[in-house]
């Protein structure tokens, strides 16, 4: 095992190994890096253009049919990280509110969604449905609903990827099959059953459940299996975010350049998601972006992979974590190796945080602002008082006295107020 640790030093590693909270910069960003595959993403953004009608249609509380949600400054909990960290932050933090992303309340409304909206145009075209030019809310019609139920979609997910797909793609009229991993909330497979999504329930983790997935999919010709551990399609559908931030931050007079850069902190699971937008971020902000990610201490897949250099062939138990952790969007041992190969020289860095932190931050973000986030979308909340990555910017010559800290939050909105109440509760016994 040492052996493939080259590139961590052994106190990081021990640290790793024993779940405490830890910081690994990235030896292989390369700042500069030229960027290709711009039209991949563009591609996409038009695909979801072009499904506008239909989810405006379908979905009428997205805005015109685009899935996109607001960015927001959040001075109160800025002044409560300072105080609860005892430090000053430089620059202004940003929260980016995926949890109010209109149909899946998670940033799997992007890549998700995305995916569900290809496969069925794939398969609309084909079939001489429409072409590219139509308008395509004429497939919502009960007779190409019917046509579409001939074909079935699977996915292994820890909850969130299987809304976001069971929703969409039970609304195009295909069969969808849903395989959860054992994190998945008991509320979020009731809500898939109601909408007529079969729900397959596993007593392993992640990885178990995407393979079961893939099998059943093998099965069946009729059948297209989302696979989060290595789709380029998600991950482009995430990437889109990029482009519509852009024109958010255009709209709301923010720069991004050498000395007002850009620090984004996203939470990682599989790494599609938080992959899909820094790989847009890079396109759009190319050097005066950085990105770091968050994940559990239990759950550090991603930042295994990319200190190892071994991606998807290693797994957190395998270093004895358990892989066990309440942000269950994150619950993944064993990251995807197409996400980690496209950031490899993208990211900036990775840190992990406790259970506790996240719950402390979910409260405190509730008492601050009264929004309300899952614990996973919480991971990132403490990268702008973590020293550690303060330092790490000072160390790549970054001046952040005029940085825009760009929070990403992950997901919330459809938790039950139940479960949200318990939630805080348990944060604020936290804080005591
Ligand atoms: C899935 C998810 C993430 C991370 O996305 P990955 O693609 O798994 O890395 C972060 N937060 C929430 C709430 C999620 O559901």
Redesign the pocket.
């Known amino acids: 095992m040492t052996g493939n640790m080259h590139q961590m030093n052994s106190e990081l590693f021990m640290d790793l190994q024993s779940a405490k909270e830890v910081f690994w910069g990235n030896p292989s960003l390369d700042p500069k890096s030229t960027m290709s595959g711009i039209q991949e993403i563009v591609d996409a953004e038009r695909r979801l253009e072009r499904f506008a009608p239909y989810l405006k249609k379908v979905f009428p509380e997205t805005v015109d049919g685009i899935i996109e949600s607001p960015i927001k400054y959040i001075g109160n909990m800025q002044r409560t990280l300072e105080d609860y960290n005892k430090s000053k932050i430089q620059g202004q933090i940003i929260l980016k509110c995926d949890h109010e992303l209109p149909i899946a309340g998670?940033?799997?409304a992007r890549?998700g969604i995305y995916e569900v909206l290809k496969i069925a145009e794939r398969i609309a075209i084909k079939q001489n449905w429409i072409d590219e030019k139509d308008d395509y809310s004429k497939l919502e019609s009960k007779r190409i609903r019917e046509c579409y139920s001939r074909y079935s979609i699977a996915v292994g997910s820890?909850?969130?990827?299987g809304l976001s797909i069971g929703i969409m793609g039970a609304a195009i009229g295909f069969q969808v099959t849903v395989h959860m991993s054992r994190d998945a909330k008991r509320w979020k497979k009731d809500l898939l059953r109601g909408k007529g999504v079969k729900v397959v329930e596993h007593e392993q983790d992640f990885s178990h459940a995407v393979a079961e997935g893939r099998k059943q999919s093998l099965s069946d010709p009729n059948c297209f299996f989302i696979d989060?551990e290595n789709s380029k399609d998600?991950f482009m559908g995430?990437s889109v975010a990029a482009m519509r931030l852009r024109e958010q931050f255009r709209k709301k007079g923010i720069i991004v350049d050498e000395n007002h850069p850009l620090i984004v902190y996203?939470?990682?699971?599989?790494?599609?998601?938080?992959?899909?937008v820094t790989y847009g971020l890079k396109h759009v902000f190319g050097e005066h972006v950085h990105c770091y990610f968050a994940e559990p201490v239990h759950s550090p897949c991603?930042l295994l992979g990319l200190s190892t250099g071994r991606h998807e062939e290693i797994s957190v138990q395998e270093i004895g974590l358990s892989n066990r952790t309440e942000?269950?969007?994150?619950a993944?041992g064993r990251s995807?190796a197409l996400?980690g190969k496209m950031i490899e020289r993208l990211l900036n860095g990775v840190f992990t945080v406790t259970d506790e932190t996240l719950f402390k931050l979910l409260a405190l973000l509730h008492s601050s602002e009264s929004i309300a986030l899952?614990p996973?979308?919480l991971?990132g909340m403490i990268g702008p008082v973590l020293p550690p990555v303060q330092e790490h910017l000072t160390s790549l010559q970054v001046d952040v006295t005029h940085a825009t800290h760009l929070v990403w939050a992950?997901?919330?909105n459809l938790v039950p107020a139940s479960i949200m109440d318990e939630y805080v509760k348990k944060g604020k016994g936290y804080l005591g």
């Open positions: 998670s940033i799997k890549g820890t909850g969130n990827l989060d998600l995430y996203l939470p990682c699971g599989v790494g599609g998601g938080p992959g899909g991603m942000a269950d969007g994150l993944v995807s996400a899952e996973s979308a991971a992950t997901g919330g």
